[in-house]
């Protein structure tokens, strides 16, 4: 089984910056792409950022030039930076992994529980 636990939302006011981080544990044999996605109340989920496992990045218009996604290999873990941030930007913040769990399995996708991210103007 695989675990990603996600951390660093909390509240802030416009302006401001704020770094998520993701950490994956369990059965990883490898992580192929991670991503960050984010759900506003009413909204759909949608995603905001994804990194492949070669460092292709792609980002969402509305936080390109804002917000930085990166990985560290080693550790399993992925990380947004959030700068600038806007009261739109408020949302739960849920990353999601492309993993294997052996050199012969398939690659299996995995969400975090997500973190609330709240932006006041």
């Known amino acids: 089984q695989v675990q990603l636990v996600e951390s660093g939302g909390g509240l802030v006011q416009a302006g401001g910056s704020l770094r998520l981080a993701c950490a994956a544990s369990?059965?990883?044999?490898?992580?192929?792409?991670m991503a960050w996605y984010r759900q506003a109340p009413g909204r759909e989920r949608g995603r905001v950022a994804l990194?492949?496992?070669?460092?292709?990045?792609d980002y969402v218009d509305s936080v390109r030039g804002r917000f930085t996604i990166s990985r560290d290999n080693a550790k399993n873990t992925v990380y947004l930076q959030m700068n600038s941030l806007m009261p739109e930007d408020t949302a739960v913040y849920y990353c999601?992994?492309?993993?294997?769990?052996?050199?012969?399995?398939?690659?299996?996708?995995?969400w975090g529980q997500g973190t609330q991210v709240t932006v006041t103007s």
């Open positions: 990194i492949s496992s070669g460092g292709s990045i």
């Open positions: 369990g059965s990883i044999f490898g992580i192929n792409a």
């Open positions: 999601k992994a492309w993993v294997r769990t052996s050199a012969t399995s398939a690659e299996y996708i995995y």
